[in-house]
Nanobody, 120 residues
Framework: QAQLVESGGGLVQPGGSLRLSCEAS????????MGWYRQAPGKERELVAT???????KYADSVKGRFTISRDNAKNTVRLQMNSLKLEDTAVYYC??????????????WGQGTQVTVSL
């Protein structure tokens, strides 16, 4: 079993920046893909950005050029740098990771979510 703990959410004005962090801990043998998703009120959860273990990234069109995902494999951490934030970026942001346990069995886990509010 693994745990993902997010931090870094908050309230920011349009055009501002925030950095989210997510640290994995627990019974982890290895971590494959990691990513950030978000869910706004009344909407479905959507992909924001993902990063593979070798650093290949993928972004939603709505955040390309504004958000940057990165990871520190030594610290089992993934981060999301969010710049030029817009009102429509307001959502609960969730961290997701694909793990292998010590038996080589893959499993997926989610963080508890962190609120990002962009408001005047």
């Amino acid at each position: 079993q693994a745990q993902l703990v997010e931090s870094g959410g908050g309230l920011v004005q349009p055009g501002g920046s925030l950095r989210l962090s997510c640290e994995a801990s627990g019974s982890i043998f290895s971590i494959n893909d990691m990513g950030w998703y978000r869910q706004a009120p009344g909407k479905e959860r959507e992909l924001v950005a993902t990063i593979t273990s070798d650093g290949t990234t993928k972004y939603a069109d709505s955040v390309k050029g504004r958000f940057t995902i990165s990871r520190d494999n030594a610290k089992n951490t993934v981060r999301l740098q969010m710049n030029s934030l817009k009102l429509e970026d307001t959502a609960v942001y969730y961290c997701k990771a694909h793990f292998l346990n010590s038996l080589g069995i893959p499993f997926v886990d989610w963080g508890q979510g962190t609120q990002v509010t962009v408001s005047l």
